[in-house]
Structures are given as C-alpha cells and as structure tokens.
C-alpha cells in the first residue's frame, strides 16, 4: 500500500493538521510507504542554508506525525523549493536496497533550481523503483518547454554505473506540478463546467492528455481518470478560483502518473501476460484531490497504490536479537547472524533505536560489529553495549544493522522492552528533593511548617 502526495505549498508553513492527507484515518489497512512530493518549499537563502544544516520544517512535520506512527524516513532529496521524503513502515527495512538520489535542475536553462526534477530510486524486494518529483515550466504557452523539461529529467543519471536509467526501473512513479493547462476553452466555459461536475468536457483540452496522444516518450505513463476538480488557481484559504486580477484559469496542474516497464515491454503482444511473466501488478485504489487545505493556491493530490509483487528477496540479510532481558544496570548483548552472501565490513554497526525513531541517524547508542564483537561461529556473533550507554529510563527499543557497503539498514529487530536503571532513579528523586528544599522560598515555607 504505496501513498503519493503532490502538493505546492506555495512557500507556506505546514498546516495544523495532515490527517485526511495522509489518509491516517482510514478504516482501511495502514499504508506501507509513504512518497510526499513538495514544491515551493520556501527556499529563500537564510531558509535553505539553515535547512542544509538541519532538516526543514517540511521534513520535521512530516517526521514527527509519522513516526510515533512507526515510519521511518527512509530517504529524502532537496533542490531549493524541491523536496521529496519517502517514509516506510519499519517491516519492509531490510528488503530495501540501493536507494540513490538525485535531482535535474532546467530552470534558467539548467542553471537555476526553481524548476526540474528530484529523483529517489531503490531495490524494493529485488525490484527497481525510482520516485520523482517535478516542478515544470508554468503559463498557458510553455507546453513545449514543459514537455522538453521533462524529456530532459527522463535522462537524469545516478552516481553509480550499475544503477539502471529511470526508465529502466521496474515502477517509475512521476508527479509534482507539472503545470499543464487547459487549452483553447475560456475560463467561463471552464468554470461552468466544474460547476457542474462535467469534468470530462474538459478532459480532451487538457495539455497533458493532449501531449499523451502525441508525444512517444509519454504514451507509456498511465493516470487515473481526472475526477476532482482542478487544482489551480485557488484564493488562500478558500474553495473559490482566483478573484484576483489576472483570474487565472482552472487547471489540472498537480498530477500522479506512472510506469510499469514490463507493461510496456509487451505491449505489442496480443494476449495479456502470464502469472509467470507477469512479476509486478500496480493499482490505483484513490486519486483524488483535498479542498480543505488552503495554505496556498494548489490543492494537494494524493494517489493510492497498491503494489503487487513477487519478492524477489525474502529474508534479511541479517536477524538480530538481544540477548536476555535488557536492563539500564548492566552491559547487554547483542546476538546476529548473516546470509553466507551478505559482503560484511568493519564499518557496519548496530544501532539501538526507540520504536518511534526518526530516520537512520536517530540511534541512542550503537555498536561496531567488528570492534564490540566478544564471540563468533558459524551460526552467529555476539556483540556487547555498555551499561553507561543505555537510556536509564529504559522503555521501548529495536535494534537495527546497519550495512557500510549497502548504505542501508539490512536487519531489523522485534521491539523490546529495557528495565530502567532504578538506582540510578532513585538517586536523581532524592537529589531533586534535596535541590527542591533548599530553594529560598521553599526553605521558608518548610520553616514555618
């Protein structure tokens, strides 16, 4: 279960509230992954230089309503007003491989970041997908500038040699402001027919749909039926097209699509593919837009998935587990075990995380697997953790492996409980009531007591 958001935030803060968005209160089962696309990020130069030290407020919000959640943000790529986050439930961490980002910048003819397209590819079960989120030319006459863009974004090459081209990969999932207008019909007739809910006598002047018929390189992406209203130009904080005096005219601007290679690959066959060929099945469940955000003059659009795949990796790389019961008292063990294949290094660690951890930095202590390791057989090492670096008011925890070679988290644990270190509480009550009493004014009041 795979939920795309594409949302232009216009430079905007985060709004109070993302729960329709990321659809949280569904009665449904809960997502697996989350890919959110923004564009006008507020990338004004004292936030964008402050956002490479830290994470931006985009990111921050979407953490801290995920996490608690049990989403991990797995990856994440910015180019100026450009930001793409992928989170994913922790289950799925040691069957993703190979995540690379990049980003195509064709703003002021390559020069300038204001536009382009920001990519996050992976292996996902030993199947390639690759994310990208675009942010294309605007105004009614740039369609062909837009579809240049874009053809330009499709040849968007990552780091390593063997990473295919992103219209190699298995799924390649395209959204963001793409800014295809509606052509030809005048904005009466346009508003009319949104009035009226006639959405389809719009369809066929659609710049998109229009450039789809044409244009080979875009006959092989597939999008849901447009049934929402379109999502520009919009007055803050309302429901109402734009009064201001250019009135712009509605448009489809934020749009979901996607590619299955093997789809294409077989197009020319008369028969539909076998269960055996047939490895990947991609279904849109929902693509609809959200009227009740209005922070700036786009409307979100979200598209859920559901992904059909044969694993092609089925077990982790790496199980792991503690030993024994856990305390903040004493030092603790660590037992794993490796696939004959896994390519180990000396730079691999495992990390002790609480349940609601962040990302893959937001470790509370680790352990190198080489350095910390007291034994070691053919069936599995054990490593230590000292007592001084465990949380001593214990709680909820997981430990992950993390492999060097592979960039990624390659095993997980189940959660686990650790004893708090109750001495060590004990002491810090009575030191703070002793600090309470000799507070001057408590001193008094103990007085006349």
Known sequence: RLHIVTWNVGTASPP????????????????????????????????????????????????????????????????QGLLLLIFVKHVHLPFIRDIHTQYTR????????????????????GHTVCFMNCHLPAHMENTEQRLDDFEK??????????????????????????????????????????????????????QLNMAKKKEVFLQDFIEGPLQFKPTYKFDLYSDVYDTSEKKRKPAWTDRVLWRVKNLCQHTSKESELSEEEQTISVTLN??????????????????TFGLEMKPLLSIPSVILKPEGEWSAEHDVIISYSAVPEFPSSTWDWIGLFKVTFKHVNDYVTYAWVKDDEISSNNDSKQVYMNA????????????????????????????????????????DLAQEEISWMRKPDNLESHNEF
């Open 16 to 79: 109070p509230d993302v729960t329709s968005l990321l659809q949280l209160n569904s009665l449904g089962p809960a997502m697996d992954m989350y890919a959110i696309g923004l564009q006008e990020v507020n990338s004004r130069i004292t936030n964008f230089l402050s956002d490479l030290a830290f994470d931006d407020p985009w990111s921050i919000f979407f953490m801290n309503v995920l996490s608690p959640l049990g989403y991990i943000k797995l990856s994440s790529v910015r180019m």
């Open 106 to 125: 064709t703003g002021l003819y390559g020069y300038w970041g204001n536009k382009g397209g920001v990519a996050i590819r992976m292996s996902l079960y």
């Open 153 to 206: 974004i499709l040849e968007m090459q990552f780091e390593e040699e063997s990473i295919p081209s992103t219209l190699d990969h298995d799924i390649l999932f395209w959204f963001g402001d793409l800014n295809f207008r509606i052509a030809d019909y005048g904005i009466h007739f346009v508003r009319e027919s949104i009035n009226n809910r006639r959405y389809n006598l719009l369809w066929e002047k659609d």
């Open 286 to 303: 929902n693509y609809v837009s959200h009227m009740s955000y209005g922070i700036s003059d786009h409307k979100p659009v979200t598209g």
């Open 388 to 427: 001084e670096e465990i949380p001593n008011m214990g709680g909820e925890f997981v430990l992950c492996y993390y492999s060097n070679n592979m960039q990624s988290i390659v095993g997980i644990s189940q959660s686990f409980q650790i004893q708090p270190n109750r001495t060590l509480i004990e002491k």
